[in-house]
């Protein structure tokens, strides 16, 4: 999605209106989940040339340090829009900071699919980096206790790929 080109969704809109319509060409990538009423919106953003310097990036410990959206760069105004339009409850992170949420987000939830942009980030950086082959390798060089497991279905786990992982036809 690019909120500059024809054809983007109403959510990705939101979100690029959150960032302030910041989405460079190539650079920016964003991902949207909707899981059991829970609405997860990751935004990796390349804010790059944009004057402006990112406070430095912390780690959550016990508690979340927070910052004014403002402080990280984004439109409290646009957030709330999208808060609004997505419903539910949740939050945004940027640079560690939390900097905006919505509903009750101590409440306790199934993410099932909203952790989807997380593997397939590593997935395909393990990729790029020429960590496995390709999508199609066997998990099983991975993992060598896929090959022992099953045995009543001809160990059918050694056969699983990269691929059936992240497309979920592995049936894990």
């Given at each position: 999605f690019h909120p500059k080109r024809p054809g983007g969704t109403e959510r990705g809109r939101a979100v690029a209106a959150a960032c302030g319509d910041r989405l460079p060409v190539g650079s920016g990538?964003?991902?949207f989940s909707c899981v059991a009423g829970v609405c997860v919106a990751i935004a990796w953003l390349n804010i790059g040339g944009i004057a402006q310097s990112a406070p430095p990036r912390v780690f959550?410990?016990?508690?979340?340090?927070?910052?004014?959206?403002?402080?990280?760069?984004?439109?409290?105004?646009?957030?709330?829009?999208?808060?609004?339009?997505?419903?539910?409850?949740?939050?945004?992170?940027?640079?560690?900071?939390?900097?905006?949420s919505w509903g009750d987000i101590g409440?306790?939830?199934?993410i099932a699919s909203a952790a989807k942009p997380f593997y397939?980030?590593?997935l395909f950086k393990a990729l790029e980096d020429g960590r496995i082959e390709s999508l199609d390798e066997r998990v099983v060089r991975w993992e060598p206790?896929?090959?022992?497991?099953?045995?009543?279905?001809?160990?059918?786990?050694?056969?699983?790929?990269?691929?059936?992982?992240?497309?979920?036809?592995?049936?894990?």
């Open positions: 990538r964003a991902a959550p410990g016990k508690q979340w340090d927070r910052k004014r959206p403002a402080e990280v760069g984004l439109d409290a105004s646009q957030l709330e829009r999208f808060s609004r339009f997505v419903g539910g409850r949740g939050c945004v992170v940027r640079y560690g900071y939390l900097v905006y409440r306790r939830a199934d397939t980030h590593f206790r896929l090959a022992k497991i099953n045995a009543a279905l001809g160990f059918k786990d050694a056969r699983i790929s990269w691929r059936h992982l992240a497309t979920q036809t592995s049936c894990y």
